[in-house]
């Protein structure tokens, strides 16, 4: 079964075609270019995300010059936008996930954080979408249908009104593992009324289009972190990966039972699959590329294939918290800025640049210690992305995690993932692991530190990491 897959994602849109036999035979890109503006607002163009997706879609099937038997859609999962389901036309900007407008309203809400938390697995924050949709009502948009960029991009390609499991489960307004949407929790965010999409399973034909062509079926349409987690073959409780994009991602897989976080990580549904879930527990960086992208804007680094070139071999005390955006799990502290200590006349560009990559590693390794006390203990991570093409931040992730790291050997993981659903939603008898495919880790790293070593960095990175968020504002 040949399919499309599209990775509709924060910086591009990937598309990919792929052949049961021979693999990707098609393959395109089309950049997109969030703006970032003053009080915390991050927003794309709706107009644009839907011509990347015809774009790079039209694009892989000329290159692979061959029919495809269904399409599938990876999205953000809590970008948000309002828009007029008569017309399909967008009414607002669309809100992307690092959005932070939202955060009086979660401060609002406040005292409902643990009730929250403990129905829907998720922290009360404007990561989420049921936030910033609220946001998008009270300050933008009264009128339309207010939903995430999956649904409305799924209404231009099939005409349909819908989402999936896994993309609902990133709300804050659905109970975690259940089938619809919550009118309490709805109403707590001031969204009662509202006309919702209907929830679908990830392994379901949800319309057709024939947005690329002849008229296919649409199907396992996913959030992307969550398609990256399945292509990696993290099928069984305990296995994880970690996306290193914009943001860095780690998700843990939890089986059929939903953890509970006690340490400030989020839990979802991985995927529902034959009518059962998985579920995942995950933490979130908010800055890795981004926090590569601004040295490069500084002029430390031309680009991101200069760090491991000009990276030192050691930070000579030079100590970096790249909260560029703010601190996700597992301080959730949107107020933290961004911290170098540690320098000296003699420090140069090589240690800020390794300080930042490490800076990196220490943050995903919080998360890792908080999953390892909510969940299964981590023995190795998995991990894709473009900055996994960095010797030296994979090996400082192995240092700083005190566990191996194996690369993934493709850099499409979210559109594979997506691409195994598709297949899934047209042969529902097979099961996940049939439609994933076995790999070989392109590059392994093993870790070179000392526990002891680990530790010491660790101490004093976290002891540094606290500064960030509680300064004192003059």
């Known amino acids: 079964m040949t399919v499309l897959a599209i990775d509709q994602g924060t910086s591009g849109t990937k598309a990919i075609v792929v052949d049961p036999e021979q693999g990707v035979v098609g393959l395109a890109e089309v950049p997109v270019h969030p703006r970032y503006l003053d ?40 970008t948000v936008l309002a828009w007029d389901p008569a017309t399909g036309k967008p009414l607002t900007q669309a809100l992307v996930w690092q959005d932070r407008r939202a955060e009086a309203l979660c401060a609002e809400l406040g005292a409902h954080a643990e009730m929250i938390a403990a129905r829907t697995g998720l922290v009360l924050d404007p990561y989420f979408s049921a936030p910033k949709m609220a946001w998008l009502r009270r300050h933008v948009e009264s009128t339309g249908v207010v939903t995430t960029s999956d649904t409305w991009l799924l209404h231009q390609l099939t005409g349909e009104f819908v989402t999936d499991a896994s993309t609902a489960s990133r709300s804050a307004a659905v109970d975690l593992g259940t089938h619809d949407w919550s009118p309490d929790l709805l109403a707590l965010f001031g969204l009662d009324g509202e006309r919702l999409p209907r929830i679908a399973a990830n392994d379901e034909i949800v319309g057709t289009t024939s947005a690329f062509g002849p008229d296919v079926p649409v199907g396992g349409i996913v959030v992307d972190q969550q398609a990256a987690l399945l292509a990696e073959a993290c099928l069984e409780s305990g296995m994880a990966k970690c996306t290193f994009g914009t943001g860095a991602f780690l998700l843990s897989n939890t089986g059929t039972t939903p953890v509970r976080s006690t340490t400030g990580l989020t839990s979802s549904v991985a995927w529902r699959v034959g009518g059962v879930d998985s579920f995942c527990i995950d933490g979130q960086v908010y800055t890795a590329a981004s926090a590569v992208k601004w040295l490069t804007s500084l002029g430390v680094i031309s680009g991101a294939a200069e760090m491991d070139a000009i990276a030192e071999a050691d930070n000579a005390g030079v100590l970096c918290v790249p909260a560029l955006a703010g601190l996700a799990a597992p301080w959730w502290k ?17 240690h800020i640049v390794l300080a930042v990559l490490q800076g990196i590693a220490a ?34 992730c192995a240092d700083v995690l005190q566990v191996p790291v194996d690369v993934y050997p493709s850099a499409h993981a979210t559109a594979l993932g997506a691409a195994a659903l598709a297949r899934l939603s047209l042969a529902p008898d097979k099961s996940v692991s049939d439609v994933v495919a076995d790999w070989t880790p392109s590059a392994r790293y093993e870790p070179r530190w000392s526990p002891v070593r680990a530790a010491e960095f660790r101490s004093a990175w976290r002891e540094l990491a606290e500064t960030t968020y509680k300064q004192e504002i003059s």
């Open 39 to 78: 009080g915390g607002g991050v927003e794309q163009d709706p107009a644009e995300l839907l011509e990347s997706v015809l774009g790079a879609g039209r694009a892989a099937l000329e290159q692979a010059a061959r029919p495809v038997e269904a399409v599938s859609l990876a999205n953000q999962g809590e």
């Open 363 to 396: 943050q995903v390794a919080e998360l890792v210690s908080a999953i390892d006390a909510d969940a299964a203990p981590l023995t190795r991570l998995r991990a894709d992305g473009g900055l996994t093409q960095s010797t030296v931040l994979m090996q400082a």
């Open 334 to 350: 949107s107020q933290a800025t961004a911290t170098i200590s540690g320098m000296t006349l003699s420090t140069g560009r090589g």
